[in-house]
């Protein structure tokens, strides 16, 4: 059972990434899946996340209108595009599967999840 986050990169301020959670082991798409960032000498904080069956999104205000959060159940696996990228957007990010999507979830399982897994780095330069 393993999600594995994917995507990362560098790019300018102004471009976009791509980036995907696929689940092995499981159905991910039966859980609701959050993404998680943690910038540098920062706590974890949620970004976005998905209900199962897609009904419904979530989005931090810091990403609103320049992130969309997507699922493709056949590839099991759930993409976060990241458009107008700004410097504030470098940070690690990560991917949970997790009961809920709502914003109290979020917070929840920013401050609480013990283990984080790997991440994939996104580094946006000025």
């Known amino acids: 059972v393993q999600l594995q986050a994917s995507g990362g990169g560098l790019v300018q301020t102004g471009g976009s990434l791509r980036l995907s959670c696929t689940a092995s082991?499981?159905?991910?798409?039966?859980?609701?899946t959050g993404w998680f960032r943690q910038a540098p000498g920062k706590e974890h904080e949620g970004v976005a996340c998905?209900?199962?069956?897609?009904?419904?999104?979530w989005y931090a205000d810091s990403v609103k209108g320049r992130f969309a959060i997507s699922g493709d159940n056949a590839k099991n696996t759930v993409y976060l595009q990241m458009n107008s990228l700004e410097p504030e957007d470098t940070a690690v990010y990560y991917c949970?599967?997790?009961?809920?999507?709502?914003?109290?979830?979020?917070?929840?399982?920013?401050?609480?999840?013990?283990?984080w897994g790997q991440g994939t780095q996104v580094t946006v330069s000025s």
């Open positions: 949970t599967a997790q009961k809920k999507c709502t914003s109290t979830q979020m917070v929840i399982t920013a401050t609480t999840r013990g283990y």
């Open positions: 998905i209900s199962n069956g897609g009904s419904s999104t």
């Open positions: 082991g499981f159905t991910l798409d039966n859980f609701s």
